[in-house]
RNA sequence: GCGGACGUAGCUCAGUCGGUAGAGCGCCAGGUUGUGGUCCUGGAUGUCGUGGGUUCGAUCCCCAUCGUUCGCCCCA
């Protein structure tokens, strides 16, 4: 029984969980079109070297979470843990670097071995949108847009509130780890345990430390803000402004850091309060530093991505849509005629079945299980009319009609 | 990787102070030989997550293991 049970951290997607994973995958493609983006699709495993080089060397993604296996003939191969790191190394591959910019929308698994929980799998999927080869403000706003957008369209967005923050360029951002560490360091004793560990490795992550003691130390810790240069809060203006003419509401979060080194200027969650401790829905940044650690030619960049899991489980019902046409044989004597009318009808763009075997109740029954919209229902009396009757199966009201006619009664 | 909770029918759950189990929903059949969704009647379901231990006897107690879940870490 136990190996008939799908691996941890993976799942089935079927009925309704099938229905909002592609719920929202279909509207994220629909709304990514609208802002000018082409889908594309990169492999789900990648040489290790694109992963490790690119997230960071002290990231846990890196350093733990990653399915890291030698294939057949020695080559380390991982599967991805997230998706921009392969779209900017299949930009390069591909000699894209002359067409830009490039908005681009993704969607698939990734994986990182993790202790699993509501909201957070094995294998788990992502809707992802990047615009590569722009370095304009307008670019992140557009980005956030549209995530915003999708979640709007989901009707999720009431939930979730948009967090916004700037890292800043290289030398803002090492400005502030300076300052931050000066700060942090002469409380080194009362940070937890994790934080101290963090002051070595990666200070800027102590800000999102959800423990108590952290938090209190920071209340008087240096600010981001201070420590950006003319550019860098530049930019960031002209993001915030860019958002405003957008409309679209956000809180400043100084304490939005993301977990990949590659982010540098705008930082971003919509986070809801609905999932605990997996409240973070869709988050990105601008990586602009990227492709040329990845050996590729300067390019900026600016994306995000969102778990397709955590937005399903956020969406009211999504009921299954009535619209199949049940074609119901009277019996085996109207075999003939019932085939002739599924073909005339799936020939017209019709949605039509008929169920293999059953007496005419039980196929009626199916009819209600399939939800269908309507029933034909082909008896000897009529069929010497040249007509069926048609049932439809919301108000029960049937009517006899010719065959002729179907096509453009049920379309 | 660390700490807590849980694991009984397809689903949601009850239960046995240790004597091999029950409800609702769903499913199947009939009431209705050419008509579903409502209603009535009847029926089938389970190695009580898995392995081991204690016991005359374990679904119940103990240990391990697998899985789920909550928090931490981290992240989508």
């Not at 509130?161 to 560490?181: E, M, P, Q, W």
């Not at 079945?353 to 009529?382: C, F, L, P, Q, T």
């Not at 009319?385 to 453009?408: N, P």
Request: with cysteine.
């Amino acid at each position: 029984m136990k190996a008939l049970q799908p691996v941890r951290g993976t799942r089935d997607l079927i009925g309704d969980d099938a229905r909002r994973h592609f719920r929202v995958v279909d509207t994220a493609r629909r709304v990514t079109a609208l802002y000018g983006a082409s889908e594309w699709a990169t492999p789900i495993f990648e040489s290790t070297a694109v992963f490790a080089r690119t997230l960071g060397e002290t990231s846990d993604v890196v350093t733990k979470e990653m399915y890291t296996f030698e294939d057949r003939s020695g080559e380390s191969i991982t599967l991805r843990p997230e998706a921009t790191a392969g779209i900017c190394r299949a930009v390069i591959s591909n000699g894209l670097t002359q067409t830009l910019p490039q908005k681009i929308f993704f969607q698939g698994p990734m994986f990182r071995y993790e202790r699993p929980q509501k909201g957070r799998y094995r294998q788990f999927h992502q809707i992802d949108f990047e615009i590569i080869g722009a370095a304009e403000p307008l670019a992140d706003a557009e980005a956030i847009a549209c995530g915003w957008q999708i979640l709007r369209e989901l009707g999720i967005a009431d939930g979730t509130v948009l967090n916004i923050n700037t890292l800043g360029d290289k030398a803002s951002r090492d400005a502030y780890r300076t300052a931050l560490v000066d700060y942090l360091s002469r409380y080194e004793a009362d940070l937890s345990a994790d934080s101290r560990t963090r002051l070595a490795r990666n200070p800027l992550r102590i800000l999102d430390s959800k423990d108590s003691g952290d938090i209190a130390l920071l209340a008087a810790a240096p600010v981001i803000y201070d420590h950006l240069n003319a550019e860098s809060a530049a930019f960031y203006d002209g993001v915030k402004s860019a958002l405003a003419q957008f409309g679209i509401p956000f809180v400043e979060n100084p304490r939005i850091v993301r977990g990949f080194d590659y982010y540098n200027h705008t930082a971003f969650e919509f986070v809801t309060t609905e999932l605990g401790a997996q409240g973070t829905v869709l988050g990105g940044g601008r990586y602009d530093g990227l492709m040329e650690q990845m050996g590729g030619p300067s390019i900026p960049g600016i994306g995000w991505g969102a778990g397709i899991e955590r937005l399903a489980m956020l969406l009211a019902d999504v009921p299954e849509a009535a619209s199949m046409i049940a074609v119901i044989p009277m019996g085996e004597a109207q075999y003939p005629a019932a085939l002739g009318i599924l073909n005339r009808l799936r020939n017209a763009g019709i949605a039509a079945e008929m169920a293999y075997r059953g007496n005419v109740k039980r196929r009626m029954e199916r009819a209600n299980r399939i939800h269908a919209r309507a029933a034909i229902i082909i008896g000897e009396d009529e069929l010497a009319r040249d007509a069926v009757a048609v049932k439809f199966l919301d108000d029960g009201t049937q009517r006899e009609v010719a065959i002729g006619d179907l096509a453009a009664l049920l379309r």
